[in-house]
């Protein structure tokens, strides 16, 4: 036995990709406070009711709206809400949405602003902003339709 074997356990190739100690599993970073926070089950109801899956016909704007508003029904203070929303955010996500969020790099979004701007980016891309513009500077009435209604 050589002197660096002896120094060095002997090793299998899941031991390397075996994590050791507890290490978030999450592409969101949560912002540590002192405060403990009290989510009331009611509200992970109502978040869950209002989950953004990535259907053609959903609006991602739309999802952060309603989303912004029932953080903001919680109650939480200025400082607080950061970190609900963190938390919160999430679980409002379901379907093809979901698999994206859980797609991303560990710990790589790390503000409300961060995970705004990546979600839109996904699901509303500038291609399908410049599409709607496009349609609607396009648009004409067809010669059917009565310009009355």
């Keep these: 036995m050589t002197?660096?074997?002896?120094?060095?356990?002997?090793?299998?190739?899941?031991?390397?990709v075996t994590i050791k100690g507890s290490m978030p599993f999450s592409?969101?970073?949560i912002p540590t406070t002192t405060k403990t926070l009290k989510?009331?089950?009611?509200?992970?109801?109502?978040?869950?009711?209002?989950?953004?899956?990535?259907?053609?016909?959903?609006?991602p704007y739309s999802h952060l709206d309603t989303f912004y508003k029932l953080v903001g029904a919680m109650g939480f203070i200025l400082g607080?809400?950061?970190?609900?929303?963190?938390h919160l955010f999430p679980?409002?996500?379901?379907?093809?949405?979901?698999?994206?969020f859980k797609s991303l790099p560990n710990q790589s979004l790390t503000s409300r602003e961060d995970v705004e701007e990546k979600f839109l980016q996904r699901f509303?891309?500038?291609s399908r902003y410049i599409k709607a513009k496009s349609e609607i500077s396009m648009f004409r009435?067809?010669?059917?339709?009565?310009?009355?209604c």
């Design 80 to 86: 607080e809400v950061e970190n609900v929303y963190m």
């Design 39 to 59: 989510i009331d089950p009611y509200f992970l109801t109502l978040i869950g009711a209002h989950q953004f899956t990535a259907m053609e016909h959903e609006d």
């Design 91 to 100: 679980f409002s996500l379901a379907g093809k949405a979901k698999k994206w």
């Design 27 to 29: 592409s969101m970073v």
């Design 124 to 126: 509303f891309p500038i």
């Design 141 to 148: 009435q067809g010669a059917e339709e009565n310009a009355n």
């Design 3 to 16: 002197e660096n074997q002896a120094t060095h356990p002997r090793r299998t190739l899941g031991d390397y």
